[in-house]
């Protein structure tokens, strides 16, 4: 009976992981260690969607703001470039985000709850922060 119960218990821990992968995937972290990833994760959660020139306006003033600087042009610039060229690939290729470089428009992905929950408390704790 112990066997049965122990089997079971193993076979309900393999179905966990089978829906939650990204738990055991260190790029998963290494993508969310990234403030502006969090952020970006955070917005296109929020609205659904959004295009690379936007999440660059949203993202150079939310750093900005922490200056007390205005955004300029070149913020904007070179936030849209790291988009682009590294932030989008990473979580497009995680699942996370659905970005079409022709049209410039990102979309979030059907986000686990767990990892918008983890997301939302990130945010939160670092607006509490400032």
Known sequence: MADDQEGQSKSGETADAD???????DQFYRALASTRRRRLLSFVIEHSDSTVDELATVLAGWETTETGAMATVE????VA????HSHLP?????????????TGVVR???????VEDL??????AETSQS
């Open 90 to 102: 990473l979580l497009e290729d995680l699942g996370l985000v659905e970005y079409d470089a022709d």
């Open 75 to 78: 913020d904007h610039d070179r």
């Open 19 to 25: 829906e939650t992968p990204w738990l055991a995937d």
């Open 119 to 124: 997301i939302t408390r990130s945010i939160e």
């Open 108 to 114: 979030a992905e059907d986000v686990d709850a767990a």
């Open 81 to 84: 470039l790291e988009l682009v």
